[in-house]
């Protein structure tokens, strides 16, 4: 049995829902539906009942995830053992950009013993260059001149709005519909090069917002912003819409996209540790390209 179907099997069971658990892990509920239907024939046995109201334990599925969390606490136990004891080192100093993949911030600790600090891109910047961090996960465009870097993640923007603002019963957006339309985004001094990026992205498509207002990066206040804020869109990846949280997410046709790198300073004693973590955020990657639905109705 493989621990990652394991831990597939368990994220479904405590979630209670398909959907839920694959936004978690980071895949599709599609391909998370294939390895939970392979677990079953592996074990000759079904696991859940697929219901109205969700994904229910059976009998044996019950019987399983009271030895799941055990196991892979185990496993995981034995994993950190044994990167502690090939290379007993300290945790690794990693800033991260607010707003980063959300998997790719879980896929942090699983790939590496780190201490994450939330900074900014210049102050990430800053810190490798003064050797005060051993890397950082932060997003593109920046100015990465002198260290090494591995793109870790790639996903289109789309349209973030309120659910009930008049463009979320669309299928999709184009960037004619968001005429009159005020855009919220995020403090400068967090990504400079990012938020020029796109709002160069915007005037290149023709559209230019009645007026950018700068909002939280943290998600609680964006959603109530966008909740109350009347004509006032933002523009997002499909990880910003979340379970609950009263938005929907369309996609934009010709949106740009957001870009997130892992980066460190080669010439410093941890080089290549970053360099392995870069490689384990790429194994981690959900698959590219996936559908661009929108999200967020009923």
Known sequence: MELRRLRYFRAVAE???LTRAAEWLGIRATSLSSQIIALERELGAALFRRTPAGMELTAAG???????TGV???AESAERAVRDAADDERALRIGVTPGSPPWAVRALWRGANVEARDLS???QLTSLRAGELDGGLLVLPADTSGLGSALVSEARLGVLVSRDHPLAARPRASWADLDGQELLWFDRRLAPGYHE???SACRQAG???VRVREGAARHGLLAAELSHGGALVALRPRWDMREGDGLTWLPLCGGPSVRHALVWDPAREHAG???DLAAHLAREAPPHGHEETPRGRG
């Open 15 to 17: 979630e209670a829902n």
């Open 62 to 68: 019950r019987a399983l995830f009271a030895h799941a």
């Open 72 to 74: 892979l606490e185990a």
């Open 121 to 123: 891109v210049a102050r």
């Open 197 to 199: 990026a796109v709002l």
């Open 207 to 209: 559209w230019r917002p």
């Open 273 to 275: 540790r970053l360099h």
